[in-house]
């Protein structure tokens, strides 16, 4: 049985950071790529980062890139998203998922419609003052 179990996230100021983790069982961790996903009120999902399996490659939205960095232990089966300068406009529920291999990674990926096997529970980022 997968499991994505999430922790991290919470209340921060503008121009603070927080990290999120998610550490994944019942599968093997190491042989798949990973996914960062948020959702803030009222909208929809929105595909934020990606990592491979070894950690090797990552890819992200623009509206992340060079404030969050995604990287894993594939020792430890988890999953990390440091997130730096927060803006308020990041303030959403975060899930970590693994994508289908199909669709490939990244902007493109999400671009055909990609679909993903499984969630984490989701976790609260509120950015505000």
């Known amino acids: 049985q997968v499991q994505l179990v999430q922790s991290g996230g919470g209340l921060v100021q503008p121009g603070g950071s927080l990290r999120l983790s998610c550490v994944a069982s019942?599968?093997?961790?190491?042989?798949?790529?990973m996914s960062w996903v948020r959702q803030a009120p009222g909208k929809g999902h929105e595909w934020i980062s990606d990592?491979?399996?070894?950690?090797?490659?990552?890819w992200y939205a623009d509206s992340v890139k060079g404030r969050f960095t995604i990287s894993r232990d594939n020792a430890k089966n988890t999953l990390y998203l440091q997130m730096n300068n927060l803006k308020p406009e990041d303030t959403a529920v975060y899930f970590c998922a693994e994508p289908k291999a199909k669709y490939g990674l990244g902007q493109e990926a999400e671009a055909r419609g990609r679909e993903y096997a499984s969630w984490g529970q989701g976790t609260q980022v509120t950015v505000a003052s």
């Open positions: 019942g599968f093997d961790f190491a042989s798949y790529a």
């Open positions: 990592i491979n399996s070894r950690g090797a490659g990552t």
